[in-house]
């Protein structure tokens, strides 16, 4: 698998809700999503099914694996699960067995306004797999203090590709050895394929979209290698 950069820029979504750091894993997707938002990690492919993990602050949350055939094919949920955390660490492997592209994804439930920060982790079990593949995605609805999420960027990452239905805001970022944040890349808009550059001393990178309009927005954002 592709080895991806270690994504302690999420600690801080941690932090700002009092979520124990020791807990995040390091590969992790956040975000704070506000009610009827559904966010998604991009696709692992494994031909022994994927080992999940989750949690936020105020559940319960819907969290749901999906699995295709192809790395962009149709996908089936084939795990759904109402609670505030997934914390025993299950391996989930699609019934028919064989080679499958899997997806994970968090949805917030809630209609009283309150925005979920959701913390969660996919990781492959097949040695031979392929991580990081495609984008993930976003549909944030709109809300008073926005909603935003952060994805896992993929080590060597030399291009930045986004896509949104209306304009929000994209950033990446990244923190030095030294404990300092700098900016990558901050753009607003709905497109984006551009080259970009991720200085060889940052030790963390994220990748993160942020809902700065006043209307649903379907989003989804993809570091490449090429």
């Known amino acids: 698998m592709r080895r991806r950069i270690t994504v302690l820029a999420l600690a801080l979504v941690a932090g700002l809700i009092g979520v124990a750091l020791v807990a995040v894993p390091a590969q992790a997707d956040a975000g704070w999503i506000p009610p009827g938002s559904t966010v998604c990690t991009d696709r692992t492919g494994s031909g022994a099914g994927v080992v999940i993990h989750a949690t936020n602050n105020n559940g319960p949350a819907v969290w749901t694996v999906r699995a295709s055939s192809t790395a962009g094919g149709a996908e089936t949920e084939i795990f759904r699960r109402v609670t505030a955390d997934i914390d025993t660490y299950p391996t989930i492997i699609h019934p028919d067995g064989g080679f499958r592209f899997y997806r994970m994804c968090a949805t917030n439930p809630r209609t009283d306004g309150f925005r ?93 979209v942020y809902n700065t309009s006043r209307a649903k927005a379907t989003t989804s954002f993809d570091l490449r290698t090429t």
Do not use: E, Y
């Open 116 to 208: 979920m920060v959701v913390i969660f982790n996919m990781t492959g079990k097949d040695p031979a797999g392929q991580a990081g593949v495609g984008p993930h995605t976003a549909v944030l609805t709109p809300h008073v203090s926005g909603g935003n999420f952060c994805g896992g960027v993929i080590s060597g990452a030399r291009r930045f590709v986004a896509s949104s239905d209306v304009p929000v805001r994209f950033k990446i970022s990244g923190v030095d050895q030294d404990d300092q944040t700098r900016t990558i890349l901050d753009v607003t808009g709905t497109a984006f394929d551009q080259p970009i550059t991720v200085p060889p001393d940052l030790v963390a990178v994220s990748a993160c």
